[in-house]
T-cell receptor, first 107, second 116 residues
Framework: DAKTTQPNSMESNEEEPVHLPCNHS???????IHWYRQLPSQGPEYVIH???SNVNNRMASLAIAEDRKSSTLILHRATLRDAAVYYC????????FGAGTRLTVKP | EAEVAQSPRYKITEKSQAVAFWCDPI?????LYWYRQILGQGPELLVQ????????DSQLPKDRFSAERLKGVDSTLKIQPAELGDSAMYLC??????????????FGPGTRLTVL
């Protein structure tokens, strides 16, 4: 049974911000929240991770709810190259991927 | 930038044949993972190694699949005999250590297996 819940798909326009949500209600206090993305015909790649505080890197920002049961991956300006399946991982020290969110970016 | 290497990138085989995949993790990474990804689904963990020891192989179909990491560096995943339902992408990933939390994994490009 899945440890995380994400919408199956989302759409965005190019150059606009995208907020990708994830629920991880079973996460424990010491488990990090990881986000990965998978471009077509490639293996997943690391995007960002965090524990309690919001995190920023050159790819994205991660906003973590105060109760840590949900998080949001933020792409500040979506580009066509951001079209991918986005996975969040979190909970019970379990690297179990769900089906992820397929992000479509429209020009 | 260091990468996880996998070979072959593509493999076509007939059912009942044996097939093997190879993975070379990032140097110094103690943990190695093999995943299977069926088209349209997320990766499914098959086996996890810490150095040369198996940490988790609960989802590995042991009647036909085997995995080894003899010297704690590179790894081989074997299927014998292959079945039509084994057609999938086989992904290898590595991480520095298991920290007690889910550690960041770095994935290889995968091997696309087609069983005819």
């Amino acid at each position: 049974d899945a440890k995380t819940t994400q919408p199956n798909s989302m759409e965005s326009n190019e150059e606009e911000p995208v907020h990708l949500p994830c629920n991880h209600s079973t996460i424990s206090g010491t488990d990090y929240i990881h986000w990965y993305r998978q471009l077509p015909s490639q293996g997943p790649e690391y995007v960002i991770h965090g524990l309690t505080s919001n995190v920023n890197n050159r790819m994205a920002s991660l906003a973590i709810a105060e109760d840590r049961k949900s998080s949001t991956l933020i792409l500040h300006r979506a580009t066509l190259r951001d079209a991918a399946v986005y996975y969040c991982i979190g909970g019970d020290n379990d690297m179990r991927f769900g089906a992820g969110t397929r992000l479509t970016v429209k020009p | 930038e260091a990468e996880v290497a996998q070979s072959p990138r593509y493999k076509i085989t007939e059912k009942s044949q044996a097939v093997a995949f190879w993975c070379d993790p990032i140097s110094g990474h103690a943990t190695l993972y093999w995943y299977r990804q069926i088209l349209g689904q997320g990766p499914e963990l098959l086996v996890q190694f810490q150095d040369e020891s198996v940490v988790d192989d609960s989802q590995l179909p042991k009647d036909r699949f085997s995995a080894e990491r003899l010297k704690g560096v590179d790894s081989t995943l074997k299927i014998q005999p292959a079945e039509l339902g084994d057609s999938a992408m086989y992904l290898c990933a590595s991480s520095l250590v298991i920290t007690g939390s889910t550690d960041t994994q770095y994935f290889g490009p995968g091997t696309r297996l087609t069983v005819l």
